[in-house]
Every structure is written in structure tokens, then in C-alpha cells.
């Protein structure tokens, strides 16, 4: 039997890219605060103001949220207005209806912002620091917080970095520097980062909608991680070019940062942090739940699959 299957943020990023995976699997209804989705039908998609109206569903994936702002430009209030105050509202129609499965999705910075030489587990106690990171901690304090019937179920999922095709990030940034053929200024600084990549985002998403899993808290990353040295060879790589690597020296570099961070150009102290700094995520609980040894997809073969989708 065909499961329903609600997704709310379905015009963002990650929305858009699960409907076009799930739309043959699943029956698919959207959800969100506008609609500009050619995809979508109109019998199938609804608006916050709405959640009266939608059908019946098996499952609801929670998406809809405020990302982070590397511009810092948002105000800290929005963050807990959107990631917060719509996740109650969207949790408590889940409640009420028939739906037996919620896979709500937070952020590893609802943990922490950095973790320096460590490996961020789900055991660690959260103490993020941005409105961002607080935000999505609290909507999950909420969601916990809540008498959870028998029947049903509850999946907080804290993905690092998600990339696939449509990414607008850094990601996108890097690439379109190596494209042009222009250096890499960073090569000094050596990290370790983890990613998670959108096919191997999706088959986590399809094991909890078909099996069995019980109620829980859960990281998601690919097995491997990349340093941004490496993003840039693979994207080198992928445009049959060479890589530019420059070692400059980093002080010099978080001056230009913190120039930028005043001038408003398009590297400053946010940005150089996403670029440099290593932040390893363990998927060892996930694995485990699901019962497999390795994600599908290594991280060099997602990051291509992305890539081949800028070109």
C-alpha cells in the first residue's frame, strides 16, 4: 500500500529534492508558506494558514525552518518564530491527527557551533550558541517534551552540511571560483569536515517511513570527511581542470575577513569559519539503528553528483 506522505518546506532545498525522489514512491502533499513549484499540483499543496484542509497522511516530514544566516542579517527573534513556533504548530496537527510517524528536522548546531578536535555523538549535551543552533535545540525540547501516544512515532534527525543539486551555499561558491580558474587562497588551513550528502539523505528518510524504528534522536552524515582542499580538487576534477591551491598565511587571511566583515564583501568571518574550520560528525547510532555497515554513498560520490548538477 502507497503511503501519504507529508512534506512541509517542500519548495526549499531539501523539499524540493525529496518530492522528486518520493513522487513515484510515495503519494506526496506539500506544505509551505508559498507555493512556486511548477511540480506541485494545486489539489496537493496547502498553506500554513490551511492545516485544516490537508487529507489524511502516514507521515509527515517536518522541513519548513529559518537556516542559518551567514550575513547575519536576521534578528534573533525570527529564528525562534519559524523554527520554533511553526514546528509547534505542525507537531500539535500531528497529535490530532492520524499520521503515525513525525521525522522532524533539526541541525547538529542545535549541539554545538564547533567542536575543535572532537566528534560530535548524539550523547554530547547541546550548548549551541547562535539564535540559529538555540532555535532548533528548543523545538526539539518542545517536541520531546509532548506525551507521545503509543501508536506513534517521533525521529529527530540533526544532519551536518546537506548538498545535492540546487544548492545555493559555499558549495556553489567554491565551485564557481575553480570554474573561472581562479586560486584557492585557503590552502593553509587544514580541516576535516563532515557532509551529508542528499542521496544518502534520502535513503535514510525512506528506511524510517517503511520499517519499524523506534522513537529517537539521530545523526546524519556520510562515512567520510572532506577538507575544503579537497572540495576544491574534486571540483577540479569534475571540470576536467587543474586545482589552485595558495598558502597564504591564515592571519593574513582573517584580516581580509574581518575587513570583509565591515566592507560587506563576500568573504568575512562567518564564511571563512564555514570554509576552514573541521567539524566531524559520527553516524555510528544511525548505522546501527538502520543495520547496515556503510552509508550507500561515499562522500566523494555524493560531492560529484553535485557538482555534475552546477554544470
Not at 542579517?73 to 520554533?84: I, L, P, R
Not at 500531528?94 to 533539526?106: Q, V
Request: charged share 20%; glycine share 6%.
Amino acid at each position: 500500500m502507497i503511503k501519504n506522505v507529508l512534506i512541509t518546506g517542500i519548495n526549499g532545498f531539501v523539499g524540493s529534492n525529496l518530492y522528486n525522489f518520493y513522487s513515484k514512491k510515495f503519494q506526496l502533499f506539500g506544505l509551505d508558506v508559498f507555493n512556486n513549484n511548477d511540480l506541485i499540483s494545486s489539489n496537493k499543496f496547502y498553506y500554513w494558514n490551511g492545516l485544516h484542509n490537508i487529507p489524511d497522511v502516514d507521515i509527515i516530514i517536518h522541513l519548513a525552518g529559518k537556516a542559518h544566516d551567514i550575513k547575519n542579517t536576521s534578528s534573533e527573534q525570527e529564528y525562534f518564530d519559524v523554527n520554533v513556533g511553526l514546528t509547534k504548530k505542525i507537531f500539535q496537527h500531528f497529535l490530532k491527527s492520524s499520521a503515525s510517524k513525525f521525522i522532524f528536522f533539526s541541525s547538529v548546531k542545535a549541539v554545538a557551533d564547533s567542536i575543535s578536535d572532537e566528534i560530535l555523538t548524539e550523547e554530547m549535551l547541546p550548548n549551541p550558541q547562535t539564535p540559529y543552533g538555540k532555535s532548533k535545540l528548543q523545538a526539539e525540547q518542545y517536541i520531546l517534551s509532548m506525551h507521545l501516544p503509543p501508536e506513534k512515532r517521533v525521529y529527530i534527525l540533526r544532519p551536518c552540511m546537506i548538498h545535492g543539486p540546487g544548492n545555493k551555499g559555499n558549495l556553489n561558491l567554491l565551485y564557481k571560483l575553480t570554474k573561472k580558474g581562479l586560486p584557492w587562497p585557503l590552502g593553509a588551513f587544514d580541516n576535516k569536515r563532515s557532509f551529508t550528502s542528499m542521496q544518502n539523505l534520502q535513503f535514510v528518510i525512506q528506511e524510517f517511513i517503511e520499517k519499524d524504528i523506534e522513537s529517537g534522536t539521530y545523526q546524519i552524515a556520510d562515512d567520510e570527511t572532506l577538507s575544503t582542499n579537497e572540495l576544491i580538487c574534486l571540483i577540479a576534477d569534475s571540470l576536467d581542470k587543474k586545482a589552485h591551491i595558495w598558502n597564504i598565511s591564515p592571519n593574513m587571511i582573517k584580516l581580509i575577513a574581518k575587513t570583509g566583515d565591515k566592507l560587506g564583501l563576500p568573504l568575512n568571518t562567518e564564511r571563512l569559519k564555514k570554509l576552514t574550520e573541521s567539524y566531524i560528525v559520527s553516524n555510528q547510532k544511525l548505522k546501527k539503528t538502520l543495520g547496515i555497515e556503510k552509508m550507500p554513498h561515499t562522500a566523494a560520490e555524493g560531492m560529484k553528483k553535485t557538482f555534475s548538477s552546477f554544470l
